[in-house]
């Protein structure tokens, strides 16, 4: 049962915005108040009022400690996860869902919604005393917490619609892990229970594992998602379904990356990608363009070239180009400004006084730091600087201009 003093509440509300490093030094001031609970419950909303703001909106949320909200997912991840529901199976997602890897809840409260029916299942104690107390003041009190391991919990549980599970990535020691078989519990080995146990099974797994690994690791998968936030890749998610899956080849693979302001997707399959053929470009045309990072994660690389008819600068470069300006691509767009080689004479009369400038490398045989280093450049300002490798094989740099 969580309990906290009306002091320790009363504190926790006027100090909630301020910087917990330092309340904590003033301890000694607030006798009265449990200043380890409290500091828990200011650095939770912090987090919360970024990554999940409905939460952070309501009055009375139990945040638990700092790594299970850094782990937890945010609140756009978690609708899109929704919209994966929906996107499967339309409004009839189905009557019974359960969420087998509970932690702080965000996932299971709002995909939660969506079922008349929901459980959710974690072992640590704490995390289950969150979400007994959370779950109700969010109107999502028809969620069953239940205190039990996944896979026996697994094993016994009635068949339902739909399972989620959220494997955890980190070792005995805290160290991350990516791949499937290190993670735990196990989905690999776990498969056909879970097909067994649900009509659909949505995985969330770590953005850096390799999709195509994972696609010839698991034998059911009917979809992919990579869902990217603000162009930095977060989750990969599968479905899979005890069906008849797809060859891995012809899995559809949706590449997601979400915004404030907007969204954008590329929907393809591996096979699409092995048979389309890009144009490549000799030069740089008046536009440039960089994929997202779900499309770079995701490979959709010749895809991409077809779709929005723009050309390669080199085949391993994955920056694209064109003479008209492209209308809502997948990423960040440029104009070009200027364009020259490598050599002191050419990039010094490129540069000329530039002292401050964003500067990305693709497919070219340096880091940015020493890039910058040698250019004597600092970070920042208002001008872009690509250095990649054309399909020519020389080695460019371009001065653009964010779109």
Not at 23 to 31: D, S, T, V
Request: proline share 5%; glycine share 4%.
């Amino acid at each position: 049962m969580i309990q906290l003093s009306e002091d320790t509440l009363r504190f926790i509300s006027c100090h909630r915005t301020e910087d917990v490093r330092t309340l904590a030094l003033q301890a000694g001031r607030y006798p009265l108040v449990d200043m380890p609970a409290a500091l828990t419950q200011i650095a939770g909303w912090q987090v919360a009022r970024e990554k999940v703001p409905t939460w952070a909106e309501t009055e009375g949320i139990f945040y638990p400690r700092h790594l299970s909200m850094e782990q937890c997912s945010s609140e756009q991840t978690a609708r899109y996860k929704v919209e994966v529901l929906r996107h499967c199976c339309g409004e009839s997602v189905g009557m019974r869902f359960v969420d087998l890897t509970g932690g702080f809840g965000i996932d299971c409260a709002f995909l939660a919604a969506l079922f008349p029916e929901a459980t959710y299942v974690e072992r640590q104690e704490v995390l289950c005393e969150a979400a007994r107390h959370n779950f109700p003041l969010l109107n999502l009190s028809h969620i069953r917490v239940c205190q039990a391991d996944a896979v026996e919990f697994l094993k016994e549980m009635p068949p339902v619609d739909w399972l989620f599970l959220d494997p955890a990535r980190r070792d005995g020691q805290g160290g991350k892990t990516v791949a499937i078989a290190d993670c735990e519990p196990d989905v690999a080995a776990l498969e056909e229970l879970l097909l067994q146990k649900a009509g659909h099974v949505l995985l969330k797994l770590s953005p850096m594992l390799d999709l195509t690994q994972a696609l010839h690791t698991l034998h059911h998968v009917h979809e992919v998602h990579v869902v990217a936030v603000n162009n930095e890749c977060k989750e990969l998610l599968l479905v899979l379904s005890p069906k008849t899956a797809p060859a891995v080849a012809d899995v559809p693979v949706h590449c997601v990356n979400l915004t404030s302001h907007a969204s954008s997707s590329l929907c393809f399959t591996r096979s699409q990608e092995q048979e389309t053929q890009p144009l490549y470009a000799a030069r740089p045309g008046a536009y440039l363009y960089e994929p997202n990072a779900a499309i770079l994660k995701a490979g959709a690389f010749r895809t991409l070239s077809a779709r929005y008819e723009v050309q390669k600068l080199h085949p391993n470069s994955h920056l694209y180009t064109s003479d008209t300006p492209v209308v809502n691509f997948p990423g960040r767009s440029f104009r070009v400004t200027a364009c020259c080689g490598l050599g002191k004479k050419e990039v010094k009369q490129l540069l000329g006084n530039l002292r401050k400038a964003n500067l990305t490398v693709r497919n070219f045989p340096a880091s940015v730091a020493e890039l910058r280093k040698r250019l004597k450049l600092q970070e920042g300002g208002d001008t872009y600087l690509f250095a990649t490798t054309l399909s020519t094989e020389e080695k460019a740099l371009l001065i653009c201009e964010r779109l």
